[in-house]
């Protein structure tokens, strides 16, 4: 079975555009999670879905960020517009049991804003 | 949601050596997982420990969770280069996981 699926794997772009990352689920999964990590903060939980429903997106740093899941094998992380502190690695990961439960990460997609 | 606390942050071993991490937490829980994590790489899934277990065996792993004291250990025996990595807590109660720091494993041989 595929794993969860990320793309693109790398981003560079400049201060002002914007941003899209994407993220498959591994089929069947029914709880989406998006994380952002960096060396000063860590690993953070940005917004997780259940469902396809938007649950929780209080660690969405601001209005720039929004996220999306259309459906249940897609779901889009877009930042605009783009600044150079949102140079980071974002993880998609997707979980069958739930919240709470076991969640399989993606490889990342490493951002770099210039 | 609540975040596991993991300790040592660093710990470096031999090859052959055992390495043992902690993890507390705060308040109750359904299970405790433990995630490993390889540079530049995402997570991934090592192990879960529901609350009403006290000790869980994977390979040359083992997970001990104690409820009354809200702490469990990650032993990992005989460790090899390989599992030079960071590893995270994540403590479950039916809300996101949040992790934290995680400790960071180096095995030299």
């Known amino acids: 079975d595929a794993g969860v699926i990320q793309s693109p794997r790398h981003e560079v772009t400049e201060m002002g555009q914007e941003v899209t990352l994407r993220c498959k689920p591994i089929?069947?999964?029914?709880?989406l999670f998006w994380y952002r990590q960096t060396m000063m903060r860590g690993l953070e939980l940005l917004i997780y879905?259940?469902?396809?429903?938007?649950?929780?997106d209080s660690g969405m740093p601001e209005d720039r960020f929004s996220a999306k899941m259309p459906n249940a094998s897609f779901s889009t992380l877009k930042i605009q517009p783009s600044e150079p502190r949102d140079s980071a690695v974002y993880f998609c990961?997707?979980?069958?049991?739930?919240?709470?439960?076991?969640?399989?990460f993606g490889p990342g997609t490493r951002l770099l804003v210039l | 949601s609540q975040q596991g606390e993991e300790d040592p942050q660093a710990l470096s071993i031999q090859e052959g050596e055992n390495a043992t991490m902690n993890c507390s937490y705060k308040?109750?829980?359904?299970?405790l997982q433990w995630y490993r994590q390889n540079s530049g790489r995402g997570l991934v899934h090592l192990i879960l420990?529901?609350?009403?277990?006290r000790e869980k065996h994977s390979g040359r792993l083992r997970v001990t969770l104690d409820t009354s004291k809200k702490s469990s250990s990650l032993l990992i025996t005989a460790s090899r280069a390989a599992d030079t990595a960071s590893y995270f807590c994540?403590?479950?109660?039916?809300?996101?996981?949040?992790f934290g720091k995680g400790t960071t494993l180096s095995v030299s041989s």
């Open positions: 994540a403590p479950g109660a039916g809300t996101a996981l949040i």
């Open positions: 308040t109750s829980i359904n299970n």
């Open positions: 089929s069947g999964h029914n709880s």
């Open positions: 990961a997707s979980s069958l049991a739930g919240v709470g439960e076991t969640q399989y």
């Open positions: 879905f259940n469902n396809n429903v938007p649950i929780d």
């Open positions: 420990i529901r609350s009403n277990e």
